[in-house]
């Protein structure tokens, strides 16, 4: 049985590692952007939900290839966490300095099924693999592998990293949608680079708290 106090830490440990994963406005976050605004906001969001299925299947990939590594993680969980930091502070850096708009494509006149749109969303997220080693630095960064983790706890913070993307796809689909008529390729651009700067900043806490001793989270 989970505690409540372990529930809510795996919970919203989740959340964040969804988020973080889903935020910064790659090809796929622009693909989103570019169907809500074009199609609708319920494309956007299937968009997100392909997207959000794709990364699913990297968390649990990563989670299954960090399980055979117990010992070693629990015997240099300081060094991983540092490392963590460090993956999120270059990935941040990476956010904040790419430019979004690059990615931007044509989109079909025809709105196509939200089946089409779920699968090449899905798609396109699964043909990055890389997106791998992020979650390796969140896992570590956030020690959301553990040894001797219940089935349970394992399903919720799976299904709470969900979540995360989730709400995250539902929030930047409902704000494009309300502010269609003034969203242009500069506010593409600002909500990247904030993205970027809220990453770096939580990346240096986590890497200030490791060398103090003390958990961030």
């Known amino acids: 049985m989970i505690h409540i106090e372990t529930m809510f830490s795996i919970l919203w440990k989740g959340i964040i590692i969804g988020v973080v994963v889903s935020a910064p406005l790659g090809p796929v976050g622009i693909l989103c952007i570019q169907r809500t605004l074009n ?9 997100g939900l392909g997207a959000s299925l794709s990364d699913i299947a990297y968390a649990l990939l990563t989670g299954y290839g960090m399980s055979f590594v117990f010992d070693y993680v629990n015997k240099n969980i300081f060094l991983l966490q540092l490392l963590g930091s460090i993956m999120l502070l270059a990935f941040g850096i990476y956010t904040f300095r790419s430019n ?11 709105k196509g099924t939200y089946l089409h749109n779920f699968v090449t969303a899905f798609a396109v997220t699964l043909s990055n693999p890389l997106i791998i080693f992020l979650f ?25 990293i969900a979540l995360g993307a989730l709400l995250w796809w539902f929030g930047i689909t409902f704000f494009v949608n309300k502010v269609r008529t003034q969203f242009n390729l500069r506010g593409i651009w600002i909500l990247n680079r904030i993205i970027g700067s809220i990453v770096i900043v939580v990346s240096v806490l986590g890497f200030i708290f490791t060398l103090m001793g003390e958990s961030l989270y």
């Open 100 to 110: 979004p708009v690059r990615s931007i494509r044509p989109v079909s006149p025809t």
């Open 136 to 160: 390796i630095g969140l896992f570590a960064r956030f020690a959301f592998i553990s040894e001797g983790v219940l089935l349970s706890e394992a399903v919720l913070g799976y299904v709470s």
């Open 39 to 47: 199609k609708g906001r319920w494309y956007g969001f299937v968009t």
